[in-house]
């Protein structure tokens, strides 16, 4: 993978841990697995889009 993937996935990632540590209240568990799901997701979308 090139450079601009990683970078991306980093970007995707730090902002996901971002996003799930900034509640200040405790958070249920399925926006824990949406938020999740969604990293994946466009972790994915990045490897397919770089790699074409």
């Known amino acids: 993978m090139t450079f601009w993937t990683w970078l991306a996935i980093a970007i995707v990632v730090i902002g ?16 824990i697995i949406a938020l999740v799901w969604f990293i994946v ?11 074409r």
């Not at 996901?16 to 926006?31: C, D, F, P, V």
């Not at 997701?41 to 790699?51: G, S």
Request: glycine residues 8%.
């Open 16 to 31: 996901g841990a971002i996003a799930a540590n900034a509640g200040k209240k405790k958070t249920e568990r399925k926006y």
């Open 41 to 51: 997701a466009v972790i994915f979308f990045f490897i397919w889009w770089f790699a």
